[in-house]
């Protein structure tokens, strides 16, 4: 039997993961930040005070550990080859996650300072109040509120609410990588907005392409890259970040991942983001 020391971890694994996770955008980093986490409760359950709120406690922990392990996640961005991309949490297409951030939104968060993010993420996408982020963080609720507030007006300012529905996501997808991989220009201009751009995370490798803004722009280069990458790629259709999105496998391994933000009457692609780079498609089945 689990003793209760894990057992209560292990309940609220999965609420750690997905707060650290939509804070850090990486895999890795928060799989340590969880490890720092249970080794701080494991310890901690050594005194002989009980802590009264577990919930709370490793919430705490595990925040402050996250908003820590952001400084040595910009120290690696400086020497990192290429445009960088949130690392993608894939599932099957019939899971839904309520609690996941899509991928652009992920983009957006990136350009909040460390604190905005983790206050964004904490009120925004979990609910929680600005008195109980005080104290995680060890604010008051006055300050907590300002910085939600600032975070709030620069997300949404970037990024307008909008969460299309899943069936015209999934058909967005499929029309999009019908005509990018087939190399059908007219049919590419048809479906990205005039504004539309393109982000290609390869870490240096092929995939890898600075961001790139214009529907004409955009479908040349795509009609250019489906003769050298377009054969052989098998499309399976996952569900990326809590949305339909692509897997791209070729000889059954993963090649790339592909999601699409939305134009908000849902008819044209408005953001693409093509996350290409090995060493983030590890944990992808």
């Known amino acids: 039997m689990t003793d209760p020391t894990t057992q209560v971890f292990s309940q609220q694994r999965e609420l750690l993961f997905s707060v650290v996770y939509n804070i850090l955008g990486t895999v890795a980093d928060t799989e340590d930040v969880l490890q720092e ?3 701080a409760w494991s310890g901690r359950q050594q005194g002989a005070e009980p802590v009264e709120n577990p919930r709370a406690y490793l919430v705490r922990v595990a925040v402050n550990r996250a908003l820590a392990q952001q400084a040595v996640i910009s120290r690696r961005r400086e020497t990192y080859v290429g445009p960088w991309l949130p690392e993608p949490i894939v599932r099957p297409l019939e899971e839904h996650d309520t609690e996941s951030v899509s991928m652009a939104m ?10 905005e993010r983790a206050v964004f993420v904490l009120h925004e996408v979990f609910g929680y109040a600005h008195t109980e982020i005080g104290d995680i963080l060890g604010r008051s609720a006055a300050a907590v509120r300002q910085v939600a507030h600032r975070a709030r007006e620069h997300v949404h300012a970037r990024r307008p609410r909008f969460e299309p529905d899943p069936r015209v996501q999934r058909e967005a997808t499929e029309r999009f990588l019908a005509a990018a991989l087939g190399g059908d220009l007219d ?3 048809e479906i990205l907005a005039p ?12 995939g890898g392409v600075r961001p790139m803004q214009g529907r004409d722009k955009v479908a040349r280069l795509l009609a250019a890259l489906a003769g050298r990458s377009g054969e052989g790629l098998d499309v399976r259709y996952r569900s990326v970040n809590g949305e339909p999105s692509a897997l791209l496998v070729t000889g059954g391994v993963p090649f790339a991942v592909v999601t699409l933000d939305l134009t908000p009457d849902g008819r044209q692609v408005s953001g693409i983001y093509v996350v290409a780079n090995p060493d983030k498609l590890t944990h992808v089945d």
């Open 37 to 39: 986490t249970w080794l």
């Open 106 to 115: 992920l983009v957006v968060l990136e350009t909040l300072t460390p604190l």
């Open 187 to 189: 049919a590419l201009m």
């Open 195 to 206: 504004d539309v751009t393109l982000w290609g995370d390869g870490a240096g490798n092929a």
